[in-house]
């Protein structure tokens, strides 16, 4: 493995004799901006790879985790995640007398984890040298920096191994059979690509007893009955395109979050890349650290309980996807009535039921309520570079309930989806905000 950056430049011969106080070089070193630079490269990274948003939710969370877990022994109000999450033990600790600079060993250890997992990973390199020469320009002395850093690698080790173990690496690879029969999900225009990880119920929860701990209500079964639910929803998606205000347009545009929307103009095919619903939350959860005031170890809590709801909702969502398997109002329209009619947003390619957005978006929402307390408002600027604006919220969950109602104004979930997702999601937020003791005596 290519040896971080930040290992090289931090050696000791950078340092001067002369010894800094800890309180003194600890105070630069726990700026909290250089932990929000570091998560903000990372979803640069996971969008240049283009990660399915299930992915990047893993990569999030096992990054978020090495990163707290190897900050935390700087401050005793905080406690490791061993053996709170399944399978986390034997977590490194640092030696007792030894003086150590945890955020470079928290930096250390997220960076070593982040290049695990990812593949373009030369875009950290700029990242790490500014963040070494910061480091440097503190006067942490050459002995704590090497010792800070072996402890951050130590830390990233074990998370690796522990990464491991998840069964994702079995799940590559394999691919979802097609069931044709009615009401079952097929590939969609306009690239009608292979389901989005078919077997992502597989891989191991941090917390949950299983993936269907949180199963939502049942469908509405598939009819083509004009009376029956499931009719009435087709119709209410199909109906909301042709009066849709331009409040709903924009709503729709700024979460759409599609990591891969597939563009076709004649005969030629071209991609654009954004980011992912998981990256979104993060972002959101960084305005709202930076606007209370968050320091460096309460940001890695907020990370770390945000990406923990994050990868515990996806994995619940994609249970229920392919349990249902329901199709997508797309497929439906154009197949009895309207062979002509397309969302406003591309649909993904996985079943309908439940939303995803609405699950993640409101387990995230929860977390964030949890840390930040209801009715913290918040400017998202997310998708202002992606052309979508700025949008405003009065709470966390208030914007979750935006994000799950604009993928049916996008044409591509069902009433019952969004709603029935986000229902979810909050159970799962609440589960996660319950059982992840980041706090002693809490």
């Known amino acids: ?204 929860p941090l917390l949950l007893d299983s993936a269907s701990q949180f199963r939502p209500p049942a469908a509405p079964p598939y009819s083509l009955d004009k009376s029956s639910l499931f009719w009435k929803e087709l119709m209410e998606v199909y109906n909301i395109k042709k009066t849709m205000t331009k409040e709903q347009e924009e709503q729709a545009w700024f979460w759409d979050d599609n990591a891969f929307v597939m563009n076709v103009q004649g005969h030629v095919m071209f991609a654009n890349k954004k980011m992912t619903p998981g990256g979104h939350w993060l972002a959101i959860c960084e305005t709202a650290c930076k606007k209370s005031g968050k320091d460096i170890f309460e940001s890695a809590e907020a990370y770390l309980l945000v990406s923990t709801a994050l990868h515990e909702g996806f994995i619940c969502s994609w249970e229920e996807k392919y349990r249902s398997e329901k199709i997508r109002p797309e497929t439906v329209i154009n197949a009895t009535f309207d062979p002509d009619w397309t969302p406003f947003l591309q649909t993904p390619p996985f079943p309908e039921y439940t939303s995803g957005h609405s699950t993640i978006s409101a387990a995230s929402a929860e977390a964030m309520t949890g840390l930040f307390g209801d009715n913290f408002a918040i400017v998202d600027s997310t998708e202002n570079e992606y052309g979508h604006g700025v949008r405003s919220f009065e709470s966390f969950r208030k914007a979750a309930t935006e994000c799950s109602y604009s993928r049916m104004f996008g044409g591509i979930h069902y009433r019952s989806g969004c709603e029935e997702g986000q229902a979810m999601g909050i159970r799962i937020g609440q589960f996660v905000l319950a059982n992840t003791h980041t706090r002693k005596g809490k």
């Open 1 to 204: 493995m290519k040896k971080i950056i930040l290992l090289i430049s931090l050696s000791a011969t950078l340092y001067s004799c002369k010894k800094t106080p800890p309180e003194e070089y600890n105070k630069i070193a726990s700026e909290p901006e250089i932990y929000h630079e570091m998560v903000c490269k990372l979803t640069d990274v996971i969008i240049h790879d283009i990660f399915s948003p299930p992915v990047a939710s893993r990569i999030y969370s096992y990054s978020t985790l090495a990163g707290y877990e190897a900050l935390i022994p700087g401050n005793p109000e905080f406690q490791s995640l061993e053996g709170q999450f399944k399978g986390l033990d034997n977590i490194p600790k640092p030696e007792e007398g030894k003086e150590y600079c945890y955020p470079v060993a928290s930096v250390t250890a997220f960076m070593k984890v982040a290049r695990s997992q990812t593949f373009t990973v030369d875009l950290y390199d700029e990242f790490e040298k500014n963040t070494a020469m910061k480091f440097k320009e503190a006067g942490i002395p050459g002995d704590v920096m090497e010792r800070s850093i072996a402890f951050g690698d130590a830390i990233a080790n074990r998370i690796i191994e522990f990464a491991k173990g998840d069964n994702y690496a079995q799940t590559r690879g394999l691919r979802y059979t097609v069931k044709n029969e009615p009401g079952k999900w097929v590939p969609t225009p306009p690239q009608y690509g292979d389901a989005m990880e078919p077997y992502w119920m597989t891989i191991r």
